[in-house]
């Protein structure tokens, strides 16, 4: 048997919402390769080594799925951010500092993530569905940005949370992108600076 049979016949016999799940993966994986053009129903089905007939019967077609992969995706990066929060000393800076820099390591840090995630930007002026997702998470990120804000004495917590929110997501690009430019101590370094504009003095 052929290693793409022995796929075929692997996914055959998963559970549907396994399916589903390895079909979201496939999306991610190519978008993150090829691009929006390349992300066909075709080349998404032949990644996770089905017919390109079975994805019509979980998605009402590539767009759905494409959606899906990008709640899927923003879903393990809260899950990265939740951690680092878990794991963070139990005092209100150190809180907000781990929230921030989580962005700069592992699994967040990851040039295919960044690959993917720009497909799924640049289909957020085109998809409505893409747009809503995108507005959600974004409100989901700074909204907890605020109350950690808050928590460490900040009082302009709107405009504090939009301007950190945007040197974080710069950040996060160039090292992705560049990781020889500078690295994550770095990065965390400037974020802590930035905290410095909007939090009160420390006693």
Not at 61 to 71: F, H, M, N, P, Q
Not at 123 to 144: E, G, N, P, W
Not at 178 to 203: K, Q, V
Request: glycine residues 8%; aromatic residues 6%; charged residues 20%.
């Amino acid at each position: 048997m052929t290693e793409g049979a022995q796929k075929r016949a692997a996914f055959t016999r998963a559970a549907p919402d396994v399916r589903r799940q390895d079909l979201v993966a496939a999306a991610e994986s190519v978008l993150a390769r090829e691009g929006v053009g390349g992300a066909s129903v075709r080349a998404i089905c032949a990644e996770a080594g089905v017919s390109p007939g079975l994805l019509r019967h979980y998605f009402e077609g590539v767009d759905e799925l494409i959606a899906c992969a990008y709640e899927t995706v923003g879903q393990r990066i809260d899950g990265a951010l939740e951690a680092a929060l878990a794991a963070a000393p139990p005092t209100p800076r150190a809180r907000l500092l781990a929230y921030l820099t989580a962005s700069f390591a592992p699994p967040v840090l990851d040039p295919n993530l960044l690959a993917a995630w720009i497909g799924f930007w640049s289909l957020v002026k085109t998809k409505q569905r893409m747009a809503a997702i995108h507005a959600a998470s974004y409100a989901d990120f700074r909204a907890r940005l605020e109350r950690l804000l808050a928590e460490a004495g900040a009082r302009d917590t709107r405009p504090a949370a939009i301007a950190l929110t945007a040197t974080v997501d710069g950040l996060w690009l160039e090292l992705c992108l560049d990781p020889t430019t500078f690295g994550p101590g770095e990065a965390a370094g400037i974020i802590a600076r930035a905290l410095g504009a909007w939090l009160p003095e420390e006693t």
